[in-house]
Structures are given as C-alpha cells and as structure tokens.
C-alpha cells in the first residue's frame, strides 16, 4: 500500500516549531509491512535536512535511525498490525522519532540471553538511542525515542547516555 501521507506537518503533541526545527510526518498501513517504506522516509527526510536546511547528519546517526524505524515498524506490523504514525523532529543536535499505533500492550525489554533467537528489537533500539519513552494514548500507544546527531571523537554519539 502506498503511504497515506507524506511529509505533511503535525501538531499534535509538538511544542511549536521555530527557525530551527526540521520536521516530518507520514502514515503507514502496517498490515501490509512497509517498514522499508518507512525506513525510505527516514533517510530521505534525513537527506533533505542535510541538504536542504545545513543539520549536520553524521553517516551513523543516519544508519541508527533506519535501524531504529526499522525495529519499532517491525514491532507495530507483528503486535499492532494497521495504521501506524512516524514523526521525525531535528531540534539542534538531537533527532527524534515518534512512532504511534493502535496497540495497547506497552513494549518491554526481555531480559538479555544471547541463547534466544529474535526478540532482540527492543534492546537494540535501547542499546542506540540517548531516550527512550512509551505513552499510552486514548487509543494505541506512542514510542519517542531520541538519537544524537552529533559524533565524539570515537565516532560514537556525542553526550551522554542514559543506559
């Protein structure tokens, strides 16, 4: 299914945009599995804030949030199958990632046992981000997650980590 909307503002729950705030919306219907649909969207919103508005967007912060969508769209097709909202926001050197959708169970790490096979979404989208927050909402849930746009000396993200 191709996606229902793109690139098209949202207010809802966003602090008011200034001069500096890149955004970006689309909507997917996750029973028919566009998570590279929606990792598409990712890398081409990213692109354009990199060519178009001047956001540094270091090569890992790019490839973190693909694998970032990629997990919670995986996580929405196989626990909450049907419409699915992403929000991308770059307020100065942070990305965030929004992602709604109508299942009410609140995801949950396991805990860590390298013996089990798949299941490991979680903890990698836990492992990369700087936050990370699950609301529930009158319907569905929404998951927020933060990625760092800037780069240590290391290659790793700049600043600190809360896990």
């Known amino acids: ?3 229902l909307a793109k690139r098209c503002g949202t207010e809802q729950d966003r602090p008011q945009a200034d001069a500096g705030v890149v955004a970006g919306s689309a909507a997917y219907d996750m029973e ?3 998570i590279s649909r929606a990792r598409g969207f990712v890398r081409d919103f990213l692109s354009d804030a990199r060519s178009l508005r001047g956001v540094a967007v270091p ?12 997990e919670l769209a995986t996580n929405v097709c196989k626990y909450a199958p049907g419409p699915c909202l992403l929000d ?6 942070m990305l965030t990632i929004t992602m709604w959708d109508s ?29 990370f927050e699950v609301r529930r909402e009158p319907v569905g849930k929404r998951v927020r997650v933060q990625i760092s746009l800037l780069d240590g000396p290391d290659g790793d993200p700049a600043g600190q980590s809360p896990w």
């Open 103 to 131: 299942g009410s169970v609140l995801p949950s790490p396991l805990q860590g046992d390298p013996s089990r096979a798949g299941q490991h979404g979680l903890e990698i989208v836990l492992a990369v981000c700087q936050s």
């Open 1 to 3: 299914m191709e996606r």
């Open 59 to 70: 090569a890992r912060a790019l490839e973190v949030a693909q694998l970032v969508v990629s």
């Open 32 to 34: 028919s599995g566009e």
């Open 88 to 93: 991308l926001e770059v307020d100065g050197s």
